[in-house]
């Protein structure tokens, strides 16, 4: 059984590039052998990651998450058992905010701010979606 589970954090200090980019590097690492892909989006502050693959699979990755010291306020967004992955192409992708339309976050939310603790999950799903389908995710793997 295949599901999809969206997460929000607060970073417990901000994180630079070179930090985000060696959390993807594990990620993208240690997924693929537990089924496990997902689009992973910051701003420094603030982490929201989409986890799609199998129920036990992304419950055991998400339980790892939560405990990571790295982060606070872990708050599940979005729990959903699907039939099909939005991001099967991605290990783990990542959102390069530095290339974000702030239409698109203007568009989901009340600021051009990426703040998933004041919108509902399906919104930022929604979100995810529209940064995908919008090319603004690097991670693809081939």
């Given at each position: 059984?295949?599901?999809?589970?969206?997460?929000?954090?607060?970073?417990?200090?901000i994180y630079t590039p070179q930090t985000f980019e060696a959390i993807l590097a594990s990620?993208?690492?240690?997924n693929p052998s537990n089924g496990i892909t997902g689009v992973l989006?910051?701003?420094?502050?603030?982490?929201?990651?989409m986890l799609e693959g199998g129920r036990k699979e992304v419950n055991e990755?998400?339980?790892?998450?939560?405990?990571?010291?790295?982060?606070?306020?872990?708050?599940?967004?979005?729990?959903?058992?699907?039939?099909e992955r939005k991001f099967a192409s991605w290990s783990?992708?990542?959102?390069?905010?530095?290339?974000?339309?702030?239409?698109?976050?203007?568009?989901?939310?009340?600021?051009a701010v990426l703040d998933?603790?004041?919108?509902s999950g399906g919104v930022s799903v929604a979100l995810l979606e529209e940064l995908m389908a919008t090319a603004?995710?690097?991670g693809k793997t081939d």
């Open positions: 059984m295949l599901v999809r589970l969206v997460y929000v954090s607060r970073a417990s200090e990620s993208r690492k240690n989006c910051t701003n420094g502050f603030i982490f929201l990651q990755t998400f339980c790892r998450i939560a405990k990571d010291s790295r982060h606070h306020d872990v708050q599940i967004l979005h729990f959903e058992e699907i039939t783990m992708g990542k959102v390069s905010f530095d290339r974000v339309n702030l239409a698109i976050l203007l568009k989901h939310s009340a600021k998933p603790y004041s919108v603004n995710i690097a």
